[in-house]
């Protein structure tokens, strides 16, 4: 037993200790301003969160994330199962979403830096645009996979149109809805930095790029470093999520 | 490893669910995208400062921007940009892939760096590839090759662990070289997972493009749109978002065309459900 688990997980911390291991090597045998080894991106990143500065940037990113990501989902979700209740209007809008879904967003900030300025409403709007596509996609494509026939059964027993979706269409949803906030995790993270870069420069990418810009290599990988961990625990949150709602998705 | 089935194939399979709705829709999609353009339109002339795109002025900027050869030029370093790095991304990408399928200790070894480069933020490698790379092209192409090759390799990987074990085995006992094996049952059998990657990869890439260009002023597409939107010239900055909008579609008909003509005995819907 012992033995299984050791030979299964071995290679993993193996292939960890040999990154860094590479990493250390690397930082190391080229010049300072090109690479910083592991080392001392760990002091770059401990001087980081004593020094309070890293806190102060996580939660102001935090706060964006969150506000572009629940109000996505406040605007997604509805309208997702709005659009695929009425027939003429999914058929009407579904190219112009599709459209808009393959859209590079990114392409979009200038438009919005130019109009909106500076402030905070531009780069929730940035993370919003980031976000709302793949949950609105994902409902819509869930409430019409609806059997008809659960429906029909509801409406014979003349069920109200507010119980129908609270009772119907919310739980069939549901899973798809997840699939959406699962796609739209590690988006609303690519809204949230490139606002961060190409607005005004605040948060976690203030970070990187107030590093970049005193050449403060062994700061960039520590940044770069935090952000991915970031994200790597925000996509493993992701998938429970959307595991968990899976599973009444028979 | 199931997680990694679900990430990589579940995206909807737009294309496709678009085709099937075309039968009887062409009324209301007609009068939803007049009304699109109308609200539009009047609530960027009653509400909004005169620079600001609407689509009457878009459409009168579409010819002049299509003839501009500044306009052009950007256009054409970003589809180079944007093929160059994909062809080597699907090389690369393929590579690595079918390595990962096929070996389970190279699986295990190589696997975390993948999740966890693929879970980052792609665009925040932009200041260290900057300074890597300087303010050049090459920035472009390595943010292109990092935004796109996680996908690629992910769904190459699952493609190349499903062959099925029969196939395998019944070209072992014709004593197949490794060789023909790979390029002849594995290579095949990996091609729907690596056209679904390249779906996914294609607008990443497309993305990395835009995004290089604003951060390092590189002439391109992206740089145009960031030009033209300074210096107040919504409309010809906003045909360029258009034509972007076209590449992203065009590469999800691409797919859809390629998936259908290639391999028609593969349903996508049948395996995201």
Redesign the interface.
């Known amino acids: 037993m012992h033995l299984t688990i050791l030979r299964?997980h071995a290679?993993?911390w193996?292939?960890?200790f040999?990154?860094i291991a590479v990493w250390e090597i690397a930082g190391r045998s080229t010049s300072a301003?090109?690479m910083a080894p592991f080392s001392e991106t760990l002091v770059r990143l401990w001087q980081l969160i004593t020094r309070g500065e890293f806190i102060a940037q996580f939660i102001d990113s935090s706060e964006l994330f969150l506000t572009g990501f629940v109000l996505a989902l406040a605007v997604g979700a509805p309208l997702g199962m709005l659009l695929a209740r009425v027939r003429?209007?999914?058929?009407?809008?579904?190219?112009?979403l599709?459209?808009?879904?393959?859209?590079?967003m990114?392409?979009?900030?200038?438009?919005i830096?130019?109009?909106m300025g500076f402030g905070f409403a531009p780069k929730v709007l940035v993370v919003f645009l980031f976000t709302v596509f793949p949950v609105l996609?994902?409902t819509v494509?869930g409430a019409r996979?609806i059997k008809p026939e659960l429906i029909e059964v509801a409406r014979s027993f003349r069920t109200s149109e507010w119980a129908l979706w609270r009772e119907v269409m919310l739980p069939y949803t549901l899973p798809y809805m997840m699939?959406g906030v699962r796609?739209a995790i590690?988006r609303a993270?690519?809204g949230?930095?490139?606002a961060e870069?190409?607005l005004s420069s605040t948060g976690l990418?203030q970070l990187?790029?107030g590093?970049?810009q005193d050449f403060d290599?062994a700061g960039?990988?520590a940044?770069?470093f935090v952000?991915?961990l970031i994200?790597?625990g925000?996509?493993r949150l992701g998938?429970v999520i959307?595991?968990h709602f899976?599973r009444w998705r028979q | 490893m199931s997680q990694t089935a679900v990430i990589s194939t579940s995206a909807p399979a737009t294309p496709r669910a678009a085709a099937r709705s075309n039968s009887s829709g062409f009324v209301p999609r007609l009068v939803t995208g007049l009304a699109i353009l109308l609200v539009w339109e009047i609530v960027v002339r009653t509400l909004a400062p005169a620079y600001v795109a609407k689509p009457s002025t878009v459409l009168l900027a579409i010819p002049r921007v299509l003839v501009d050869p500044a306009f052009l030029q950007a256009l054409g370093a970003t589809l180079w940009a944007v093929s160059e790095g994909l062809a080597i991304t699907i090389v690369a990408g393929t590579a690595i892939g079918v390595l990962m399928g096929r070996s389970d200790t190279f699986d295990r070894m190589i696997r975390v760096y993948i999740n966890g480069f693929n879970a980052m933020p792609m665009i925040i490698v932009l200041p260290l590839f900057s300074l890597w790379f300087g303010y050049s092209s090459a920035t472009r192409i390595a943010t292109i090759i990092f935004a796109a090759i996680f996908a690629i390799t992910m769904n190459v990987a699952d493609g190349a662990r499903s062959v099925p074990r029969e196939y395998l085995e019944v070209a072992r006992s014709f004593r197949s070289s490794r060789l023909s094996v790979l390029t002849e049952i594995v290579l095949p059998a990996s091609m729907p997972y690596l056209l679904a990657g390249f779906r996914l990869a294609a607008g990443r890439a497309l993305i990395g493009a835009v995004v290089a260009e604003f951060f390092i002023s590189q002439g391109g597409v992206g740089y145009y749109i960031l030009y033209n939107s300074r210096s107040y010239h919504h409309n010809e900055a906003f045909v360029g978002v258009l034509l972007l909008a076209g590449f992203g579609v065009g590469f999800e008909l691409l797919v859809a065309w390629a998936t259908q003509r290639f391999m028609p005995w593969y349903r996508r819907d049948e395996k995201t459900t």
């Open positions: 299964r290679p993993l193996l292939s960890i040999a990154g301003a090109f003429v209007l999914r058929i009407g809008i579904e190219p112009y599709m459209t808009l879904y393959a859209t590079p990114v392409a979009l900030i200038p438009f830096l130019s109009i996609y994902n494509e996979s699939t796609q590690g993270l690519v949230m930095i490139a870069f190409f990418g990187i790029m590093a970049s290599t960039v990988f940044s770069i952000i991915g994200g790597v925000l996509t998938l959307e595991q899976a």
